[in-house]
Structures are given as structure tokens and as C-alpha cells.
């Protein structure tokens, strides 16, 4: 059975930092596209970055360009989403997404990230 | 950026209700489109990719088609647990964007 479990959401002040999680299981992780997809409270879903399998490819959001870096560990089944110099509209909800042909054929449960003093 | 308009923003239905909705694209991105639904507070679930195939175990009253910009979700009889919001994805270009969302709530 697939499955994706995110950790590491939290309460962070602005301009702090935060480290994202996502633990694979259930399917070979190093053959898929990554993503992680983010919801803030009471609104839509967008789409924050990919990596490759082997991670030589990786693409972002511009509002998190230069702030967020995402990665992965194959030898772990892990996916990472390093967050930096948060800002309050960066609260949401965190989901990670495997790509079975494109983003999310299986999600996890997502994590919630909340940027506030 | 490719820029998702989906509409109707919501809409209000009864079970076995035929439901339509619609995303049009800022420009052509082939057949490059997904659809997901959403039930409140879970992780969404695929429906549809490539506008058309439909996701292995997703029932069959759900259809997508179109190509280039414009595009449809169609809930053949509308069912209990398809009363959410629904997102349709373009893959086409970076980075990937989203509709807003339609919200189909019970009449």
C-alpha cells in the first residue's frame, strides 16, 4: 500500500525557518517525481515544487524561489522541503505528491505550517 | 504563467444530478490537465489526467475531456461523497497551476 506521511509543520515566527518531511512507503521512491503542494486556511491548492527521482531536476513556485529548497534521499524513501525566511502568507496546510504520470496520484495527509508572532 | 479559470465558482446540486464544471486555460496546454476533488479536510484524490483517463478505481460517472485551453469535468449522477471542491491542474508548463476551485454542495 502506498503511502506518504508528512512531519515537521509547526508554529514559526516570521523570518524563521522550518524543515518538512515526507516518509515514502509502499512503492519504489526512487522512481517517481516528487511534489509538494500547499493549501493556506479556507483557500484553493497550489503547487510549490518537484524534484526528479534522482534529484537532478527541480522547479518552484516564484514566491518561494530562494527561500524554499526541496530534496530528497532515495536510500531513505525521504522527501524534504527546507523552508526559510517564512512569511505569514506562507501558512498552509503541506501536502507531499507522488507523480504517477502527473502530480498526485497518492498524497499524504499534509502538515500544517503556521508563520505568525 | 498559465493562468486556471475554472467555473462555476460553485454550484448547488441534488443526488443524480448531471454536474458540469469548466477550466479554461491562458493559453493551449494540449490535453495537459488534471481534475481532483476534495473533500473538506482530507488530501485531494485524482480523477482525471490527460483531460480524458480517467484514474484507476475512480468511478465511471466522472468524465473530463477537451484539449487547448478549454476543458470539462462532467459528474454523470451526482452521489453523496462527490458533494466538495473540485480542482482541475495544468502540467503543461512551470510553474504547475491550479483553478481556483469549484465547491458543489448539496441543494
Known amino acids: 500500500e502506498v503511502q506518504l506521511v508528512e512531519s515537521g509543520g509547526g508554529l514559526v515566527q516570521p523570518g524563521g525557518s522550518l524543515s518538512l518531511s515526507c516518509a515514502a512507503s509502499g512503492f519504489t521512491f526512487s522512481d517517481y517525481w516528487m511534489s509538494w503542494v500547499r493549501q493556506a486556511p479556507g483557500k484553493g491548492l497550489e503547487w510549490v515544487a518537484n524534484?526528479?527521482?534522482?534529484?537532478?531536476?527541480?522547479h518552484y513556485v516564484d514566491s518561494v524561489k530562494g527561500r524554499f529548497t526541496i530534496s530528497r534521499d532515495n536510500a531513505k524513501n525521504s522527501l524534504y522541503l527546507q523552508m526559510s525566511t517564512l512569511r505569514p502568507e506562507d501558512t498552509a496546510v503541506y501536502y507531499c505528491a507522488r507523480h504517477g504520470g502527473p502530480v498526485g496520484d497518492y498524497w499524504g495527509q499534509g502538515t500544517l505550517v503556521t508563520v505568525s508572532s | 504563467d498559465i493562468q486556471m479559470t475554472q467555473s462555476p465558482s460553485s454550484l448547488s446540486a441534488s443526488v443524480g444530478d448531471r454536474v458540469t464544471i469548466t477550466c479554461r486555460a491562458s493559453?493551449?496546454?494540449?490535453?495537459?490537465l488534471a481534475w481532483y476533488r476534495q473533500k473538506p479536510g482530507k488530501a485531494p484524490k485524482r480523477l482525471i489526467y490527460?483531460?480524458?483517463t480517467l484514474q484507476r478505481g475512480v468511478p465511471s460517472r466522472f468524465g473530463g475531456s477537451g484539449s487547448g485551453t478549454e476543458f470539462t469535468l462532467t459528474i454523470s449522477s451526482l452521489q453523496p461523497e462527490d458533494f466538495a471542491t473540485y480542482y482541475c491542474l495544468q502540467y503543461y508548463g512551470y510553474p504547475r497551476t491550479f483553478g481556483q476551485g469549484t465547491k458543489v454542495d448539496i441543494k
Open positions: 490527460d483531460a480524458s
Open positions: 524534484i526528479k527521482h534522482d534529484g537532478g531536476e527541480k
Open positions: 493559453q493551449g496546454i494540449g490535453n495537459a
